[in-house]
């Protein structure tokens, strides 16, 4: 049982860090502020069709808490993605 919760919790810890690394890596220059990241806006924007010059920090806000199980399926791809590549932020 205690095997169990600590692969689980090693699992989510790898979630959220991969999550980290991704708003990190894409922020670059907005991080105080990521709604106003270029990177960022055209995802929103493509993602939910609204226009990047349209975003402001309410969207974007609303867009993490509306979408939290699409940005963590997402960083359990990335985090996939990145281990058949062997790539490795430092």
């Not at 095997?3 to 670059?28: D, G, H, I, K, P």
């Not at 106003?36 to 990047?52: D, I, M, N, Y």
């Not at 993490?64 to 199980?69: C, F, K, T, V, W």
Request: with cysteine.
């Amino acid at each position: 049982m205690a095997a169990r919760c600590n692969r689980a919790a090693a699992y989510n810890r790898s979630r959220m860090l991969e999550t980290a690394r991704f708003v990190w890596s894409t922020t670059r220059g907005h991080r105080l502020r990521p709604w106003r990241s270029p990177l960022l806006r055209w995802r929103l924007e493509t993602f939910t069709g609204k226009h990047a010059e349209d975003v402001r920090a309410r969207d974007f806000w609303r867009f993490l808490i509306d979408e939290r199980g699409q940005i963590l399926r997402f960083s359990r791809w990335l985090a996939e993605m990145r281990g058949y590549s062997g790539h490795f932020d430092r």
